[in-house]
Structure formats: C-alpha cells, structure tokens
C-alpha cells in the first residue's frame, strides 16, 4: 500500500509522499467486493461514508477514501465529467470569494501547483452541458481525507485523483448519493 503513495515526479511537479499516518487505512485505494445498479465505469460517490467508488467489472470497484462538503455545502446528484485538467488554475466562485478573504486575492485564478486547492488533477462535473462548479479534484491534505471539510467538492489524495483521472475519460457518469439526514 505505501508504494502506491510514495513521492513521484508528475509533469513539472515533485509530488511529496503522503504521511500514511496521517489517514485512516481504511480511506486508502483498493479493490473492493462492490454490487452496483450503475455500470462498469461510473463512478459513484458515497459521501455518507467518504467514499468514490469507480464501479469495474464481476462485483467490484475502486475504491478511494474522499472528503467532502462541510455541512451547508454538501451536493448530490448525477453528472458527466466534461472536462479534465492536470495541474488546473483555480478560480474561486463569487460566493466562495464573498466569504472568504483568500479567495478574494486569488479572484484572476491561482495558477497551478502544490499549493493550489485543486491540487493534481480536477476532473469538472456538468449536469445538462452547465458546470454545477463541483470538482473531483486533489489535495495535499491528507488529513482531510474521511472528514467534511470542503466547499461542497469532492477531495482526493493527490496521488488518488491522479490514478482517478487516468482510468476515466471526459463523460464518466458520476452519481453522487444523497445524505440521509434520519428525516422522514
């Protein structure tokens, strides 16, 4: 398992390797038994359990330890992956700009790095050919991992969303599950 999180050169980029201690086991890339209604290749996110699974073939799946939107910005539905980029410019929303001072300076877009949120890869979810402004995307943060602490996008190790974005092409299905609140 450590092997597959060590530091590696991507592009431009030395990607550190990622503190293991620092995430929980069970949040680290695997095989897993998985019985899906969706087909081979969807990708189905389990926010409840902070988990993206990318459904393969004879019951299995992928699966990817996520964090998720912090309460008030979490999201479900279904989408298709429009666009993909390795390294992207992050451009925060308004909204996110009107709450949030860091945000504000970075308005023109952050370029790409190791310090950008977007981290290593950004794969651009779009319901009915509109951006809904959620991304599957990286992070160096890998504390964050298991937890609910974005602004409503879906965040990977690095290393994780590097490997995602590798398997998938631009029009993956993602369905994202609804949180069950326990309201009926």
């Given at each position: 398992m450590?092997?597959?999180?060590?530091?590696m050169k991507?592009g431009?980029?030395?990607?550190?390797?990622?503190?293991?201690t620092?995430?929980?086991?069970?949040?680290?890339?695997?095989k897993?038994?998985?019985?899906?209604?969706?087909p081979?290749?969807?990708?189905?996110?389990?926010?409840?359990?902070?988990?993206?699974?990318?459904v393969?073939?004879?019951?299995?799946?992928l699966?990817?330890g996520i964090?998720v939107?912090?309460?008030?910005?979490?999201?479900s539905g279904?989408a298709q992956i429009?666009?993909k980029?390795a390294?992207?410019?992050?451009?925060?929303?308004v909204?996110m700009?009107a709450?949030?001072?860091?945000?504000?300076?970075?308005?023109?877009g952050?370029p790409?790095?190791?310090?950008?949120?977007?981290?290593?890869?950004a794969?651009?979810?779009?319901?009915?050919?509109r951006d809904?402004l959620?991304?599957?995307?990286?992070?160096?943060?890998?504390?964050t991992?298991?937890?609910?602490?974005?602004?409503g996008?879906i965040?990977?190790?690095?290393?994780?969303?590097?490997?995602l974005?590798?398997r998938?092409?631009v029009?993956?299905?993602?369905?994202?599950?609804e949180?069950q609140?326990?309201?009926?």
């Amino acid at each position: 398992m450590k092997a597959l999180y060590e530091g590696m050169k991507d592009g431009d980029w030395e990607l550190p390797a990622v503190d293991l201690t620092l995430v929980d086991p069970r949040y680290l890339r695997q095989k897993v038994t998985y019985s899906s209604p969706y087909p081979v290749g969807t990708i189905v996110v389990d926010t409840p359990q902070h988990f993206l699974y990318l459904v393969q073939e004879n019951e299995t799946a992928l699966r990817y330890g996520i964090g998720v939107g912090r309460e008030g910005f979490a999201w479900s539905g279904e989408a298709q992956i429009a666009r993909k980029a390795a390294w992207p410019f992050w451009y925060p929303p308004v909204e996110m700009q009107a709450r949030d001072e860091k945000a504000r300076r970075w308005a023109g877009g952050m370029p790409g790095g190791l310090d950008n949120p977007l981290g290593a890869r950004a794969l651009y979810l779009y319901q009915d050919g509109r951006d809904t402004l959620y991304r599957i995307h990286g992070t160096a943060e890998a504390r964050t991992i298991g937890r609910n602490v974005s602004s409503g996008c879906i965040r990977m190790i690095n290393h994780d969303v590097i490997d995602l974005s590798a398997r998938v092409p631009v029009g993956t299905n993602v369905v994202v599950l609804e949180v069950q609140t326990g309201e009926s």
